[in-house]
DNA sequence: CCGCCTCAGGAATGCGCTTTCCTCGGATAG
DNA sequence: CTATCCGAGGAAAGCGCATTCCTGAGGCGG
C-alpha cells in the first residue's frame, strides 16, 4: 500500500506539500509541483490512510447505524431514510446488525465508538431488561458526553435525540377498529415478549378491548419473533386451542403475512370467516391476497428524522418527535360471521 | 475523550502497562496493576480509538460491502449470508448503498481502501460501460496489488474471486417452462438496459425462444428499473400496445409483483387470461396471489460464499463459482386460453 | 541599492496506540 | 556472598497523515 511518503518520494516534493495537494488544503501549490504529485498519486494508485487522517486531523465524518437486522423489511425502509440524508450531508454509514441480541448491541455500541462516528443512530425495540439497559444507556452517556450525537428510534428509555412511533395508540386503533367491526374472539400474534414495541402494541390493544367493554385474555396471545414462518405458527397454534376465533391481529406485517399463509393452508377465508390485521404498512402489505388492513408507519420518514437528528450541530438538549400511525384499510378485515 | 494517556495517569502507570491490559496482550501483568488499570478504565469509560489501534498495529479487520440497496429484498438476502461469514470470522461489515451509480460506485472503492478493509465485496449487476468497467477494475486491482481481497457476486467483467447466479441459464429454463406450456405472445418486464443482468437473462429467454423456434421480438420487452411500480408501469405500457399478450415474464420478482397489481387493476385474471413469471425467489414469492412462478436463486447462500472467499486467506489464484437457478413452479403460470 | 514583506516549500511535531528495547529489582545458582 | 538470569514495568520509536512553524527566495518601496 503505497503511502504519502511513497508519493512524496516519487514526485520529488516533501511530504507536506503532497498532503496539501492531495487533501485540498488552502495552502496554495505551484502549478509544476502539483502536477507531478497527481501524476505520483495516479502512478503510485495512492489513496489516503484514512485511519492516520482521521487521527491527524480528529474531524469525525462517520456514523453509525445500530439495527437489529437490515435485512427485515422495517430496518431496510429505517435504514433507506437513514441513508438518503446521511449522504446528503456527506457522511459515510456503517450498518450493524445486532440481530436482537443485547450483547451484540453492548459489543457494537464500543466498536461504533472506537470508530470515532460522529453519531449513532438506534433503531429497534428496546428490552424489558433493566440490567442491560442500564448498561447501554451509561454507555450511549459516556460517548454523548466525549462529544458524540445519538439519536434512537423507537426506544425512550435511552438518552439521545428519539424518534417514537406511536405504538400504542396505532395498535389502539387497529383494535379499535376491529372491535368496532363486531369480533368478539380475537387472537393476537406477536413479537418477543421481552421487546418493548411488543408490549407497547398489545398495551394499546388491551385499551381498545376495555373501550369496547372486553378484555384480552392472555391465552389469546401468541408470542413469536415477528418473522413471516413465526407469524404462521402462532396462528396455527391460536387456532389449535381456540378454533372459533373470528380476528387474528398480528403486531407487525410479516406475521400477518404468516398468518395469511396459515389460513390458506387451513382453508379458512380472510376476511369472510377471519379477519387478519397487520401494522407497520410495509411496502408488500398492498400486494399480498388480501390486501392487508394494517397501520401505517412512515418507515423512512423515521429515519430519515432521526438521522437529521443526529446530524444536527446545533442540538440544544434532546429533541423528540412522535410519529402518528395511521390506520388503513384493505381487504383482509371485515365483520365476523354471523 | 479518554485516552490510553489518561488512563495511564489515573492508575498510576505508564501506557504500555494500559495498552497490555486493555487490548490482551500476552505480555504478563501483575494483577495489582491490571486491577487499578481496569478499574481506570471503567471510570474513565474509556475505549480505545479504533483508527490509532489500526495506524499502529495494521492489521486489517474490516470488509467493505458495496451493493446497489440493501433495502431492496434481493440485496437485503445476499447481505444477509455475507453478515453471517463475516460475523463468524469476528469481522466488522461496512455496507455502503451505490443506489446504482457507477460514480458513486467509483467513489465507494476509493473510502472502502482509504478505511483499509481487508476485503470488499461487490455485489449486484455490472453495467454496459466500458468506460466505466475499465476504471473499477483498475482500481480493484490495485487493491489487490495492496494486499487487498475482492469478491464479487454476479459481476463477470471485474478482478477478484466470483460468484455467479445463472442468470443466463435460469431465465432458459423459465422461457423454456413459458413456451412449453403453449405461450405464443409473451412480453417481457426488464430492469435497467445498462445492467449485464437484465441482458443475461434476456439471452437466456431468446435462447429459449429459439429452441422453440419462436423469437422474442424488441418491442415485446419494456425497461425499467427492477422495482415492483416500474413492473406496473411496464405492464400496462405492454398490454396498452398489445393487448393480447399471454404471458408476462418478468426480470426479477419485485417486477412480478408489480404486474400482478397492474393485472388485478386491470381485472385480467392470473393465471386465467395470462401468466406471469418472476425471477430470484425472494422470500415474498410465495406469498402473493397467485403465488409467483420464478427461478430461485440461493441468495443469502450465494453472499456467504462470496464472504468465505474474501476471507480465505489461501486464496491460491481467483475462485469461481456458478450458481445455478431452479425453477419453482408455483401458481401464477399455466397455459394460456384458447 | 538595501531592507522588509510576502509567499511557497520543507522540517518537525503530534494525533493515540502498539511494540520493541531497555532497565532494574529480585530470585537463583555457584 | 556474589554473579547471572529472569521477568515485569517503563521509555521510546514508529504507524501515516495534517499542520504549524521556519526558511529562503523573490518582489516591493524607499
Known amino acids: 500500500m503505497a503511502t504519502l511518503a511513497d508519493v512524496a ?35 503510485l494508485q495512492y489513496v489516503p490512510n484514512a485511519h492516520a487522517q482521521l487521527l491527524a486531523r480528529a474531524d469525525r465524518t462517520a456514523v453509525g447505524v445500530l439495527v437489529h437486522d437490515v435485512s427485515d423489511p422495517y430496518f431496510a425502509e429505517i435504514t433507506r431514510g437513514l441513508q438518503r440524508v446521511a449522504i ?11 440481530y436482537r441480541d443485547p450483547e451484540r448491541e453492548l459489543a457494537y455500541v464500543e466498536l461504533l465508538r472506537a470508530q470515532q462516528v460522529a453519531a449513532i443512530v438506534l433503531a429497534g425495540s428496546g428490552y424489558h431488561d433493566a440490567a442491560f439497559t442500564k448498561a447501554l444507556a451509561g454507555k450511549l452517556r459516556a460517548y454523548e458526553r466525549s462529544g458524540g450525537s445519538v439519536a434512537v428510534i423507537g426506544r425512550h428509555e435511552l438518552p ?12 389502539f386503533s387497529i383494535g379499535d377498529e376491529v372491535y368496532r367491526l363486531g369480533h368478539r374472539r380475537v387472537g393476537v400474534i406477536a413479537g418477543p415478549q421481552v ?28 408470542y413469536g419473533d415477528f418473522g413471516r414462518d413465526s407469524g404462521a405458527e402462532a396462528t396455527e397454534s391460536l387456532l389449535a386451542a381456540e378454533p372459533d376465533l373470528t380476528a387474528i391481529v398480528a403486531l407487525n406485517d410479516s406475521m ?23 401494522f407497520d404498512d410495509m411496502p408488500i402489505a ?24 443526529a446530524l444536527d450541530p446545533r442540538a440544544t438538549g434532546p429533541r423528540a418527535d412522535t410519529i402518528p400511525a395511521a390506520l388503513v384499510r384493505r381487504a383482509s378485515s371485515g365483520p365476523p360471521p354471523n
Open 9 to 43: 518520494r516519487r514526485a520529488g516534493v516533501s511530504p507536506a506539500t503532497v498532503s496539501r495537494v492531495v487533501s485540498g488544503s488552502d495552502r496554495r501549490v505551484t502549478e509544476e509541483l502539483r502536477s507531478r504529485v497527481l501524476r505520483a498519486v495516479e502512478e
Open 88 to 98: 446528503e450531508h456527506g457522511r459515510l454509514v456503517i450498518i450493524c446488525n445486532s
Open 195 to 222: 421487546l418493548t414495541t411488543t408490549t407497547d402494541r398489545i398495551a394499546g390493544l388491551r385499551r381498545a378491548a376495555r373501550a369496547h367493554g372486553r378484555t384480552l385474555p392472555a391465552r389469546r396471545i401468541a
Open 160 to 171: 439521545g435525540h428519539a424518534v417514537m412511533p406511536a405504538n400504542e395508540a396505532g395498535a
Open 256 to 278: 400477518a403475512i404468516g398468518a395469511l399463509a396459515a389460513l390458506r393452508a387451513l382453508g379458512r377465508a380472510v376476511p369472510g370467516e377471519i379477519t387478519v390485521t397487520g
Open 286 to 309: 398492498q400486494d399480498v391476497t388480501p390486501a392487508l388492513t394494517t397501520v401505517r408507519l412512515p418507515l423512512e420518514d423515521m429515519g430519515a428524522r432521526a438521522m437529521t437528528f
